[in-house]
């Protein structure tokens, strides 16, 4: 019997609810508000149980809701449903398709409303792999379907626990995802029936793999200041903070579009939606480059735009790293990028709030911290149960007020990540883009350069040539120590940028002018390895 419960208090988007019989943590109930004589059924998601009572966040607007009104449990954990046919879909936060609910409420999307996230009615080309009697555990292949360029594997479901023996396995043939495709014995000799569709809840992190590998390989992402100076690792993560306007987004983008990966999840979170709307246009146009079909075939996005229900931002980016942990298991390379986690944490800073909790710094939750560095946690490079490897990479965006990286949102990221590329305003006021400034930002991860040829002795130089700026600034104004400034420089000058125009001019100017040069060199340096003017034949790629 389904448990219900009533509503004994709405506060905001968090109701509280006295309920009879059993219920669990993150359990999904729907709060029923009677409007027009129709009842909606809202989706909301327990967040906290006090003896009787449940706390429960409301992902829609709960205008109308009342004392009284009827919760029903539905004995589920908020979860995602996982099989052929997510690639290429646009979801919201609770992985509503979107398309599919435009079209059918138009473009004003009704509350209440829910649909399948995978098409129950398109079939799928399925050829068994798993012979009966073969032993197998969660996470191993029975059988694949092809889903655009990948071959998507149809897996023993990832919440049985223990080994299982295959009973049979149907024949091969264009299946629906809620047709049986096999069945399974477990050690008592109970029988489960398994389709090409499996539910995860979205909290928990997806384990069903032999050993977590250490990040080796870099991604490469196309960008060069990122493959050179701050290298992410495939399986790695790492975060872009950046004030508003300084780049976060487009440095997302064109990284969703080069970088040597697989498959790119992206989780646009609390942002504004004309950003997301870019993504939406421009992806089904654009050609991968290394397929050369569209862009949007190895994509999904998760999109819950600063207009859509705030707390549906947290199911959004756990729907993200969940769909990314499956594709993962198929022995894919997954990128995750989030943008913006920080519209997140604004999302549990207004529900810790709500549950009267004992703020932390700036009022963001105490527990915060963890909650981020589970989310970074659930990257990673794994060797799966058949030896083969998979990673999820995570790339979180930041988007602190005023670009101010002290704050508790970058320093929580900062704390877990592999890599920081934080960028600058003043960079990208001068419309040095990608604006990441080369002084501060750091990388855990090895370059696919040598450390010893590039980026350390780049990195160096830079240091040099900033320190020097003092020296020089001194010298514009005391003309007796120009000699010696110049010899400093000149020899700063011959190291760091044999190749540029800037060293002819260097050669040919007056001394009170090399000062100067020397001076300005800091940037140039910088830009000039990133052009690869600096180093071409180990970037010629
Ligand atoms: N790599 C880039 N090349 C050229 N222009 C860029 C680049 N990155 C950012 N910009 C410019 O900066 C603007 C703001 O970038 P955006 O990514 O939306 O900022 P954020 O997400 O940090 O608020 C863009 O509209 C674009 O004009
Ligand atoms: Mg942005």
């Given at each position: ?39 909606q ?81 398109s ?60 069945v399974?014995t ?31 390989d870099t ?42 990966v ?43 735009t ?15 790293v ?9 022995g ?17 800073r207004e ?27 659930r ?10 490897t ?127 040069i020397a ?23």
């Amino acid at each position: 019997m389904e448990t219900t419960g009533k509503i004994v208090g709405v506060n905001g988007n968090m109701i509280t609810v006295a309920f009879d019989g059993a219920v669990a943590q993150n359990e999904v109930g729907y709060a029923c508000v009677g409007q027009d004589g129709t009842v909606q059924r809202l989706m909301s998601e327990i967040v906290r149980i006090r003896s009787r009572l449940a706390d429960m966040q409301v992902f829609e607007d709960t205008r109308g809701l009342q004392v009284g009104d009827a919760v029903i449990f539905n004995g589920h954990l908020l979860s995602a449903e996982l099989g052929p046919g997510l690639l290429k879909q646009i979801y919201d936060g609770l992985q509503n398709p979107l398309p599919q609910l435009a079209a059918q409420c138009g473009f004003f999307l009704q509350r209440g409303t829910y649909l399948h996230a995978l098409n129950r009615t398109s079939k799928w080309d399925f050829t068994p792999t798993a012979k009966p009697g073969d032993r197998l555990t969660a996470g191993e292949t029975l059988g694949t379907v092809p889903e655009g360029i990948f071959k998507h594997r149809i897996m023993v479901p990832f919440v049985l626990r223990g080994a299982f023996t295959v009973k049979n396995t149907a024949p091969a043939g264009a299946y629906t995802v809620e047709q049986e495709v096999a069945v399974l014995t477990d050690s008592e000799g109970k029988d489960h029936s398994v389709t090409m569709m499996q539910r995860w809840p979205v909290k928990l992190p997806v384990t069903c793999f032999a050993e977590r590998l250490m990040p080796a390989d870099t991604m490469t992402t196309r960008i060069r200041p990122v493959d050179t100076f701050f290298p992410v690792a495939l399986g790695g993560t790492y975060c872009i903070p950046g004030p508003f306007g300084a780049g976060k987004t487009v440095l997302q983008q064109i990284t969703s579009r080069y970088a040597d990966v697989d498959i790119v999840v992206l989780a646009a979170c609390g942002e504004r939606a004309g950003e997301v709307v870019e993504t939406l246009r421009e992806f089904p146009e654009l050609a991968d480059p290394r397929t050369g079909k569209t862009l949007m075939d190895r994509t999904v996005i998760i999109c819950n735009t600063s207009s859509m229900p705030v707390a549906a931002r947290e199911a959004s980016v756990y729907t993200a790293v969940t769909i990314a942990s499956y594709y993962r298991q198929m022995g894919l390379n997954v990128l995750l990028l989030a943008d913006s986690t920080s519209r997140w944490a604004q999302a549990l800073r207004e529900l810790s709030g709500r549950l009267e909790e004992i703020p932390g710094e700036e009022a963001f939750p105490a527990y915060l911290e963890s909650l981020i560095a589970n989310f970074y946690e659930r990257a990673g490079l794994v060797r799966l149960k058949d030896g083969t490897t998979g990673s999820v990479t995570i790339g979180g965006t930041v988007s602190p007020a005023g670009g101010n990286f002290d704050e508790p949102v970058t320093q929580a990221t900062l704390k877990v990540v592999g890599a920081f590329h934080g960028l600058s305003r003043a960079r990208s006021d001068a419309r040095r883009f990608p604006a990441i400034d080369p002084l501060e930002r750091w990388s855990k991860y090895k370059s696919i350069i040598e450390q010893e040829r590039v980026p350390k002795r780049a990195i160096e130089e830079l240091r040099s040539a900033e320190s020097l700026k003092p020296l020089a600034d001194l010298g514009m104004r005391n003309p007796i120590k120009l000699d010696e400034i110049g010899r400093i420089c000149e020899s700063a000058v011959r190291q760091v940028c044999a190749q540029h125009p800037l060293h002819e001019q260097y050669l040919e100017t007056s001394r009170a002018n090399r000062a100067r040069i020397a001076s300005e060199l800091s940037g140039p340096v910088y830009d000039l390895a990133v052009s690869g003017n600096y180093f071409p034949e180990s970037l010629a790629a």
